[in-house]
């Protein structure tokens, strides 16, 4: 069963959620206590959710951040030590640091987007070493490039210069579709190899 199926369990205990404390229910769940954690979900999901709530503002993303601090509570729950901390507490931390991490990337992207922006407002007018890093890299591909088989560098070239799906390229070469998928591939390789791209 996974966590995101564990939060919509009623928890089935003899004891209501109320009466157990977060510390208690948090060190049943890292036993492996579905119920437990079913309950601590009950107990604690308006606290987190409101928390990320005021930070973020946007239900939606709220809603994905609070199931997400969920899944790492499920996930950490066996290293959970009540001796060092409050359950709620670091439940609570885990969340503050879930939005503000998700704030964080938005406002990258945002920057991101912002100097793309003025990138062309400017008029295109890359940036020098921007120019050069992008004509030494053309260079380095083509180095590679000049390094396959005539048939793969064909094959790469129309698909990615040329923009032509490989059926297109396939019936300009007059070659079977595999044959073009098998060059491409392997041409593919080798130029990763050539580049030293890892994947």
């Known amino acids: 069963m996974t966590p995101a199926m564990l939060v919509l369990v009623a928890p089935e205990t003899e004891t209501p959620a109320q009466a157990i404390t977060p510390d208690a229910l948090l060190v049943r769940a890292g036993s ?54 409050a359950a709620a507490a670091w439940m609570l931390t885990l969340a503050h640091r879930r939005a503000v991490d998700r704030i964080r990337s938005a406002q990258s992207a945002r920057d991101r987007d912002v100097a793309a922006g003025h990138r062309e407002l400017a008029g295109d007018v890359p940036d020098p070493s921007e120019s050069v890093e992008i004509r ?13 088989a005539d048939a793969q560098r064909e094959s790469i070239e ?22 073009v998928k098998t ?11 050539a580049l030293g791209v890892t994947t």
Do not use: C, N
């Not at 060059?183 to 190899?193: E, F, N």
């Open 136 to 148: 030494l890299e053309h260079e380095r591909v083509a180095r590679a490039l000049g390094g396959l």
């Open 183 to 193: 060059r491409i591939r392997d041409g593919m390789g080798r130029l990763r190899d």
């Open 32 to 85: 492996g206590d579905q119920e437990a954690f079913a309950a601590l979900y009950d107990a604690m999901a308006p606290r987190v959710l409101g928390l990320v709530r005021r930070l973020l503002v946007d239900p939606a993303q709220s809603e994905e951040v609070a199931q997400e601090v969920f899944l790492e509570v499920w996930q950490q729950a066996p290293r959970f030590d009540p001796a060092k901390g």
């Open 158 to 179: 129309l698909a990615y210069y040329g923009g032509l799906t490989q059926r297109e390229i396939a019936e300009r070469l007059d070659v079977p579709l595999g044959t």
